[in-house]
């Protein structure tokens, strides 16, 4: 390599690491809102389910027991469950309470419905510590 390469390619590549590694750090204030905003829309989805029989077949929703998400303490998960006779998540209890107080089918960990019901409970909890195993 001739010597004009040489110095190009030591003052070069360093700079283009690193502006591409602050550039990849950085998130912009659109990003942020635009997160928060998908993030609201899914918890919104889960309060909807919440509050409505879709779930079942019984006409019963989750909210006649758990009013706001109430004695759900998805910060104790995964802990041991007398119901289940294991140690499970938190999605393993929410298909325990569709299955039997709701009469329904369970869902399927990866169904948007699962997903959305998990973060509505997890948003009620905001703030309080975790505590896995706990009981
Ligand atoms: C008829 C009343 C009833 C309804 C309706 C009901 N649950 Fe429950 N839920 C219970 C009972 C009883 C328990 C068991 C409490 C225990 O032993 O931990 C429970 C426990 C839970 C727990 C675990 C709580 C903990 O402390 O570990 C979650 C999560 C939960 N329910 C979610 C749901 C969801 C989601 C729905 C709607 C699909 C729902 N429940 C509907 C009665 C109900």
Partial sequence: MSNPFRWLVFTLVPVILFVGISVADDFTKVDL???????????????????????????????QCHPNAANTHPETYPKFQQQLGRVIPLRDMI???????LEGEELNPYDPRMVAIETYISHERKGVAMAPGKH
């Fill in 33 to 63: 809102d635009r997160w928060q905003k998908e993030y609201m829309s899914v918890v919104k989805k889960g309060r909807d389910l919440w509050v409505s029989p879709r779930l079942g077949t019984n006409g019963v929703s989750c909210a």
């Fill in 95 to 101: 298909n325990w309470c569709i299955l039997n107080p």
